[in-house]
């Protein structure tokens, strides 16, 4: 994570999340200075099968979940079949040990050196005072060059993720992923102190 969020005052000049309803919003700008640094998610060196029938990655050992991965996430694989290594998945369905896309996926046995990163920027609620968010919105970006997704926010609504593509969309080749200073995103956010 390598953001920095600063809040925007509101027409009063005050930068703090003000009550809207029954919930807060303020808005902010997340200044990502490091993009997709640092963000491995599964522990290095895993023996991860993958299946194309059931688009599925296998792991021997090791926990997806405890590695915090959730439904939803894109992730990017290392050291698996080539045809895999160059996409970007969304995962579809998780346990400890089986992780789910619907992307195509190539059949290969796992050889020890396969790894997940996730591919995009965590996000924490607290950055923008909040406890707990129940919805993001983008509101202005200061790099139009780059295509962003918001990811889902987290279960207990702690964060989320901001992913950042160069081109298309997160169907496309891990190529096409963002890196380092990508700028300044304006985001609105609603939660709850």
């Known amino acids: 994570m390598t953001n920095t969020v600063t809040l925007k005052a509101d027409h009063h000049g005050i930068a703090k999340p003000h009550v809207v309803g029954h919930q807060y919003t303020v808005l902010g700008d997340c200044n990502i200075t490091s993009y997709r640094t640092g963000t491995t998610q599964t522990d290095p060196d895993q023996n991860i099968t993958a299946a194309s029938g059931g688009k599925t990655y296998t792991r021997a050992a090791g926990d997806y979940l405890l590695e915090g991965l959730v439904v939803g996430d894109h992730v990017v694989i290392e050291g ?5 290594n160059d996409d970007v998945i969304q995962i579809t369905a998780l346990t400890d040990t089986i992780l789910t896309t619907t992307q195509a996926v190539a059949s290969g046995s796992g050889n020890g050196d396969e790894k997940f990163t996730h591919a995009g920027e965590k ?24 295509n962003f997704i918001l990811g889902n926010i987290s279960s207990d609504g702690t964060f989320f993720y901001i992913y950042a593509y160069t081109t298309g ?19 609105k956010v609603t939660g709850n102190l």
């Open 80 to 84: 698996s079949e080539s045809n895999n």
């Open 123 to 146: 996000v924490l609620a607290s950055s923008f005072g909040l406890s707990t968010i129940s919805s993001v919105e983008i509101v202005g970006q200061e790099v139009h060059s780059n």
């Open 169 to 187: 969309s997160a169907a496309l080749l891990a190529a096409s992923l963002a890196s380092g200073d990508i700028g300044v995103v304006t985001l």
